[in-house]
């Protein structure tokens, strides 16, 4: 069977005419998802085949392709027009997200083909933050399956409302009805608390084209729209043009002094020249002096239009602020709820910190507390100390600096995010913002009149934090206490963090999974910083196996205050050593998640101090640290710089 879009030349004037049409048209966009080799990519090679949207060429390139690489014997594999890569065609599968524009006389549709392996999510998830409306399909010989809830739960979690039940393959089970309506009410039962609008079942082939573009005579118990007759006349959410005011600023454009503008693309609502506006963060006001566009000025701008604003007072705003409407602002807020979706191989741990981005801002953030995680299976409940790829969870999160938002639910734009991790900088999750949490509005900091500064002057020394790290063995805390006992006897203040001591009491409640450890150097580096603003020198000897951690410190921490000091024994000699008898116990299985054994380290790459122990005395490698701060002392009276040696 031939499909071939073709339209004769037409005078300027009709091109014209109908281009406006085109125009006017209202714009769908939806995406398939489901469960792997359910016919996603079919479905839409059938769908662009029958709206006549494939050149004579593309089908006769896809013929060619289908003798290749296809699965449906002699006929057209459709799954091909979408599945470009090749890894894609020679697995059969779908592994980045497609999109494809295709339009009727009645609509223009956006489709984005996603995957159904469960390692390939993370693009599902892509795929659904813009989408109205998602196909979920259901091989009727499987029904429904663990992916397919796991992408529905999703859908639901990434605001999509209307769901169309694709009931595939229907060819394959004799056009059964009754296999139909089981799968119809599994599904049902699935998804009543998933939040959907609207479920629409259909029974198709999407090989063969049964109610895909036209109702099929071999389904007469089928009484329901086709699903293109569906995505014609399906009424979505809102617009984001009806949504309140957000303008995400992106760039301040000051190319004069004559001339200041704040750049950036309208994400929600409208904006017109004199109408007031806030600055989300601070709360200041000012009018809309102009509106500039690449061809002119404008008098009003909608969303998705890229504009710069010219406003009529000199207020401060920023890449990452909103310029907002007064009549309905978004929160302000560093500490909230969301749902998050993890995609990284790298488990999610409470504790840990990863950067956040939105829309246009960045700041570091750490997950406080998984309040749950998500059975994708039932929907359910359950208690959970961190989330692997995949897994869906509900999470407190607490960010460096306030950010503005509002809730996923009433602006999409503004209420997503992704979490990226601070090491290898990879996208490791993506969140969608609940609310705030009540704390968050109540707890300021308080304004004391003796500082870090003074505590510092009165004890004569400069406040910092070495961070001894190294294997269980390596004779960390051995060097951490000689340390100490030269700088006390030199007259600094001092003050020793021990591992083996902080266990007994702050972490008593702690065990050694990731997630425990994560907490544990947490807590630790919150101590040290109060210690450090109390003037003190603060010794840490902790194995903090984890470089982020480790990392996390740091930052929280004064420039330059932080020095890290890699305690480098070898494996090896750590186990030769075994002060505490714990080497011989992890390797013969009886303690887990032993550090170096089955647990990982993470050593330093750029330490302030690489103390190598072999062929060297403890007390030696403590002179050599009493050495190098009298240096940095000394640097610091003479060119007040602070730094290291």
Not at 78 to 83: G, K, N, Q, R, S
Not at 332 to 356: H, K, T
Not at 399 to 407: E, L, N, S, V
Not at 548 to 575: H, I, N, Q, S
Request: charged content about 25%; glycine content about 8%.
């Amino acid at each position: 069977m031939r499909h071939i879009m073709a339209k004769s030349l037409a005078p300027t004037d009709s091109i014209r005419d109908y281009m406006a049409a085109q125009e006017k048209k209202s714009l769908l966009r939806f995406l398939t998802c489901g469960s792997v080799d359910d016919g996603k990519s079919t479905l839409i090679g059938r769908l662009l085949s029958d709206t006549k949207q494939i050149f004579e060429d593309q089908l006769a390139a896809l013929e060619k392709d289908s003798r290749k690489h296809g699965t449906t014997g002699d006929d057209i594999d459709f799954a091909l027009l979408v599945d470009g890569l090749e890894a894609e065609r020679e697995q059969g599968i779908t592994i980045d997200v497609a999109y494809r524009f295709f339009a009727t006389p009645k609509r223009k549709f956006i489709v984005a083909d996603t995957p159904g392996h469960e390692q390939y999510t993370r693009n599902m998830a892509t795929g659904a933050s813009t989408a109205d409306l998602a196909i979920v399909l259901i091989d009727a010989r499987q029904g429904v399956l663990r992916q397919t809830r796991r992408h529905s739960i999703i859908a639901s979690l990434l605001g999509i409302r209307h769901i169309v039940l694709a009931v595939n393959k229907i060819d394959l089970v004799g056009f059964d009805k009754a296999v139909f309506d089981r799968i119809v009410a599994d599904y049902a039962e699935f998804a009543r608390e998933l939040g959907f609008m609207s479920v629409a079942p259909i029974p198709m082939s999407a090989r063969f084209g049964d109610n895909v573009t036209s109702r099929s005579e071999r389904t007469p118990w089928y009484s329901g729209p086709s699903l293109i007759e569906h995505l014609e006349t399906v009424s979505v959410d809102e617009t984001a043009v009806e949504l309140p005011f957000r303008f995400p600023v992106q760039y301040v454009n000051r190319p004069n002094l004559d001339f200041r503008g704040f750049a950036g693309t309208v994400a929600s609502g409208t904006v017109s020249q004199g109408e007031e506006v806030v600055v989300a963060k601070s709360g200041k006001a000012s009018r809309v002096k102009r509106i500039v566009a690449q061809g002119g000025d404008l008098e009003r701008a909608v969303a998705g239009q890229a504009i710069t604003l010219v406003l009529e007072d000199e207020v401060e705003v920023s890449r990452g602020n909103l310029l907002v409407s007064p009549a309905a602002r978004p929160q302000v807020a560093d500490q909230f709820a969301a749902n998050i979706v993890w995609f990284d191989e790298q488990a999610l741990l409470p504790g840990r910190s990863y950067v956040l981005r939105t829309e246009t801002d960045q700041v570091s953030a750490t997950v406080t507390d998984l309040k749950y995680r998500v059975n994708v299976n039932d929907f359910a409940h359950q208690a959970a100390k961190s989330l692997d790829t995949n897994e869906v969870g509900v999470c407190n999160l607490s960010t460096r600096a306030p950010i503005a938002f509002d809730p996923f639910a009433e602006n999409r734009t503004t209420g997503a995010f992704i979490l990226i991790d601070r090491i290898t900088n990879a996208t490791v999750g993506a969140g969608m913002i609940l609310h705030t949490l009540r704390r968050a509005e109540n707890i300021h900091w308080q304004s004391l009149d003796v500082g870090k500064r003074g505590r510092s002057d009165l004890k004569n020394q400069r406040p910092a934090v070495f961070w001894f790290t190294g294997l269980s063995g390596s004779g960390k805390s051995t060097i951490a206490n000689l340390f100490e006992k030269k700088l006390f006897a030199s007259g600094r203040h001092t003050y020793i963090l021990d591992g083996d001591n902080v266990r007994h009491g702050l972490n008593r409640d702690l065990g050694f999974t990731d997630a425990d450890r994560v907490e544990n150097i947490r807590r630790v580096a919150e101590v040290a910083k109060l210690m450090a603003d109390a003037g003190l020198i603060v010794i840490v000897s902790f194995i903090s196996p984890f470089s982020a951690e480790r990392r996390m410190a740091r930052e929280l921490m004064a420039e330059g205050e932080f020095v890290e000091v890699f305690v480098d024994t070898p494996f090896e000699e750590c186990a030769r050593r075994d002060p505490k008898g714990l080497y011989a116990r992890a390797l013969s299985g009886e303690i887990k998640n032993f550090t170096g054994v089955d647990s990982p380290y993470e050593a330093p790459q750029n330490p302030e101090i690489h103390l190598k122990t072999l062929g060297r005395s403890p007390q030696e490698m403590a002179e050599a640290l009493e050495h190098w701060l009298t240096e940095r002392d000394i640097a610091e009276e003479q060119y007040g710089n602070g730094g290291g040696i």
